[in-house]
Nanobody, 123 residues
Framework: QVQLAESGGGLVQAGGSLRLSCTGSGRTFSSAPVGWFRQTPGKEQEFIAVISESGTTTFYADFAKGRFTISRDNAKNTVYLQMNSLRPEDTAVYSC????????????????WGQGTQVTVSS
């Protein structure tokens, strides 16, 4: 079993930056990939990025490339999502998820989820 908790969300102006953290507990957190997703009302969760257990492999959604960076510190059981040049359309609830199977890009691949953290970008 893996428990995940996100932090770092908040209100930021367009063009600003935020760093989200996903802290995990449980023996498998540091030995499994971790992904970030986001969701706005009325829409399905949208894949943002995923990082392998070692941190050497990452994949990004097209909208995230060049603006978002995923990283991890296994000594701290934490995965980060650095978000730069934020836009109002980035406003969403951001969630991390762990221990995926399959493609790692589909929300259905993930076994464990955090509660999410709200990110609001004002124009």
């Amino acid at each position: 079993q893996v428990q995940l908790a996100e932090s770092g969300g908040g209100l930021v102006q367009a063009g600003g930056s935020l760093r989200l953290s996903c802290t995990g507990s449980g023996r498998t957190f540091s030995s499994a990939p971790v992904g970030w997703f986001r969701q706005t009302p009325g829409k399905e969760q949208e894949f943002i990025a995923v990082i392998s257990e070692s941190g050497t492999t990452t994949f990004y959604a097209d909208f995230a490339k060049g603006r978002f960076t995923i990283s991890r510190d296994n000594a701290k059981n934490t995965v980060y999502l650095q978000m730069n040049s934020l836009r109002p359309e980035d406003t969403a609830v951001y969630s991390c998820a762990g221990d995926p199977s399959g493609s790692w890009r589909d929300r259905a691949d993930y076994a464990f989820w955090g509660q999410g953290t709200q990110v609001t970008v004002s124009s």
